[in-house]
C-alpha cells in the first residue's frame, strides 16, 4: 500500500509565496507521475501541475508562471513552489501519485493525499 502525505499549507497575504511538500510512503517500485490538484469550495477538482519520472511537466493554466513543481524520484517527494499567490488560488491542494507496486504482479496504482488547505488573504 501506498500513502502520501502533504505539508506545508497555511495561511498567506495576497502576493506571498508558501511551499508544498508530499512524501509517498510504502512499497514503491517506481514512480510514473507525481504533481498537484486543488478544489476550491463549489468547484470541481482542477489540475495545478505534475511531472512525470523523467521531468515532463504539465501545469494549469491559471498557475504558469508563478508555480513550480519539482519532484525527487530517489526520495518519492515532489514539491510545489507557490509565487504571487491570489486569493483565487484559495483552495484544498490534493498530492497525486502514480506508482508501479506489485499486487501481486506488477501494476500501475493512483494515490491521492488527504490535502492541505492554501488560504490566500488579507
Known amino acids: 500500500q501506498v500513502q502520501l502525505v502533504e505539508s506545508g499549507g497555511g495561511l498567506v497575504q495576497p502576493g506571498g509565496s508558501l511551499r508544498l511538500s508530499c512524501a509517498a510512503s510504502?512499497?514503491?517500485?517506481?514512480?510514473?507521475?507525481m504533481g498537484w490538484y486543488r478544489q476550491a469550495p463549489g468547484k470541481q477538482r482542477e489540475l495545478v501541475a505534475t511531472?512525470?519520472?523523467?521531468?515532463?511537466?504539465n501545469y494549469g493554466d491559471s498557475v504558469k508562471g508563478r508555480f513550480t513543481v519539482s519532484i525527487d524520484n530517489a526520495k518519492n517527494t515532489v514539491s510545489l513552489q507557490m509565487n504571487s499567490l491570489q486569493p483565487e488560488d484559495t483552495a484544498e491542494y490534493y498530492c497525486?501519485?502514480?506508482?508501479?507496486?506489485?499486487?501481486?504482479?506488477?501494476?500501475?496504482?493512483?494515490?491521492w493525499g488527504q490535502g492541505t488547505l492554501v488560504t490566500v488573504s488579507s
Open positions: 510504502g512499497s514503491i517500485l517506481g514512480t510514473a507521475t
Open positions: 497525486n501519485g502514480v506508482f508501479v507496486v506489485r499486487d501481486p504482479g506488477l501494476r500501475r496504482l493512483e494515490v
Open positions: 511531472t512525470t519520472n523523467n521531468g515532463n511537466i
